[in-house]
């Protein structure tokens, strides 16, 4: 069963910085994408950014462009999303989630999903 665990939200000024980790299990494939998505209180799920298994290529929205980072570590299965320069629009559930097909930015693409972690970016 495959499942994903987020982790490393949390409350931070503007400006701050956060790392969010997201843990999967039971994935067999070698080939995959993990993506970062959130949701604010009354809108819609977003991409944030994704990341390819194999060739470690990326997308970022154009929101988080320059300030956030998406890594991986393969040995660990284990994805980062290293968040710079925080703003209090970033406040939102942040949600991992993993495609066989690519990133595509569509949530309903997305085969598995994790719980959630909580951004709240505020003074």
């Known amino acids: 069963q495959v499942q994903l665990v987020e982790s490393g939200g949390g409350l931070v000024q503007p400006g701050g910085s956060l790392r969010l980790s997201c843990a999967a299990s039971?994935?067999?494939?070698?080939?995959?994408?993990t993506g970062w998505f959130r949701q604010a209180p009354g809108k819609e799920r977003e991409a944030v950014s994704c990341?390819?298994?194999?060739?470690?290529?990326?997308y970022y929205a154009d929101s988080v462009k320059g300030r956030f980072t998406i890594s991986r570590d393969n040995a660990k299965n284990t994805v980062y999303l290293e968040m710079n320069s925080l703003k209090p629009e970033d406040t939102a559930g942040y949600y991992c989630?993993?495609?066989?097909?690519?990133?595509?930015?569509?949530?309903?693409?997305?085969?598995?999903w994790g719980k959630g972690t909580l951004v709240t970016v505020s003074s």
């Open positions: 989630a993993l495609s066989r097909s690519g990133c595509h930015g569509d949530p309903t693409s997305m085969d598995y």
């Open positions: 039971g994935f067999t494939s070698d080939y995959y994408f």
């Open positions: 990341i390819s298994s194999s060739d470690g290529s990326t």
